[in-house]
């Protein structure tokens, strides 16, 4: 989605909201980037549809076949970059010889001339989006600051419903937002399943999600749920697409968006659906005679996809390096293997042998899963410098590795990087990044 390239130029902070209660402790809800805890840019506001990561391609499209003369005078836009430095050193000479003829129209619009020396800065090609400094409120004062809070805040706003927040403060919006009813993709699968319809094939749990994301009132928490959802991944196809089981695990995104992390990986662990991905139902404890272990898929991914990633970081998402100068890994194949024990012992809440597929199973889907401390490891777990005693049952067990995970002090830094890239900016400054972190650490902003 670009929009999720925008960088909001309208929220420094959030003290008009100032509700604790409200937002619990919302360093997620727009610990996502700019809306809170992320800064607002003092600068004049850019066109509405404007991409941070467009002005490398103005500035060739500025220099005319004058270099000399007419560069200085026609990228004020965009001073900082180098290509108006670099057309006129080589254009020099050719654009003289060949004024009026193609060179003219095709510098402008093809700089693969000058860009050859700028590749190297341009990858990154729009410069980290930094948090301001400067003083800066939480006011809509135009149209084109109004339509790009929406861009970042929804699915896009009608424009009648943009024109209403011109001259409003978007902190009330966001606070409105977050008292709307919570819109359930389970109610309405439930609702076509009675209604007779084939939910599995003819209309599937996709395309009712998609209807409800781009129809639903509740705009501010389908936009947090769906960035969840890139982070906190499951797949479609759970045994020729169990509608229940997916909508109850979208429900869960939708349920935690204004809530802790800490609660939405908590609920995650225990849903069907991600049991069922990444392979931990009725996960075993090892076994000595047949030398089976555990089922290492949830334990892996949990730690490199969900929490703490690969590498160690800073509080500003930058990575940290030992004496060699090396990336510090996170974790190692032990610490997997440890972990992997935890997540042994889950079924579906009617019991151990409920069948996945039959019976009463579409209920089954829309219920957290139960440990059965009779298929639960009771041997020792030692991962990431914490070790849960030899005899500890299920759920104690989880409550500890979770709050391990959740509590690491590269969660905050490695979670909050990447929702700043899916609301407002696709290559954040490390300042940036921090103090959503703090955000998301302290539980308010």
Known sequence: MSSYLYVLGKARSMSKLNKQTLLKSCAMVFALGALT?????????????????????????????????SPPSSPPSSPPSSPPASPPSSPPSSPPSSPPSSPPSSPPSSPPASPPSSPPSSPPSSPPTSPPTGSADTHLDTPQEAARFAMQASFGLDYDDVMRLVSTDAADWIAAEVEKPTTSL????????????????????????????????????????????????????????????????????????????????????????????LTYRKNHPADPETGSMPDENYARELMQLFTIGLVELNP???????????????????????????????????????????????????LPLRIYDEYHSEKEKAFLDVVIPPGTLGDESVKIALDTLVNHPNTAPFVSRQLIQRFTASNPDPAYVERVANAFTNGKY
């Open 186 to 277: 389970v109610d309405i699968v439930t609702r076509l399943r009675r209604q007779g319809v084939d939910v599995e094939d003819e209309i599937t749990d996709s395309d009712q999600r998609w209807d409800m994301i781009l129809t639903a009132d509740d705009h501010l928490r389908q936009r947090m749920a769906f960035a969840l959802s890139q982070i906190i991944v499951v797949s479609h196809d759970l045994d020729n697409n169990k509608p229940e089981m997916y909508a109850y695990f979208y429900d869960i995104l939708m349920n935690n968006a204004f809530g802790t992390y800490r609660e939405l990986i908590e609920d995650v662990t225990f849903s069907p659906a991600m049991a069922k991905y």
């Open 37 to 69: 805890a992320c800064g607002a840019d003092t600068s004049p506001p850019q066109p509405v549809l404007e991409d941070p990561a467009s002005p490398p391609s103005s500035p060739p499209a500025s220099p005319p076949s004058s270099p000399p003369s």
């Open 316 to 366: 500003n998402g930058t990575r940290k390096t030992g004496a060699d100068g090396r990336d510090i890994e996170t974790y190692d194949i032990d610490d997997i293997s440890e972990l992997a024990k935890v997540f042994t012992g889950f079924a579906l809440n009617g019991g151990w042998s409920e069948n996945w597929k039959g019976g009463d199973a579409y209920e089954q889907h829309k």
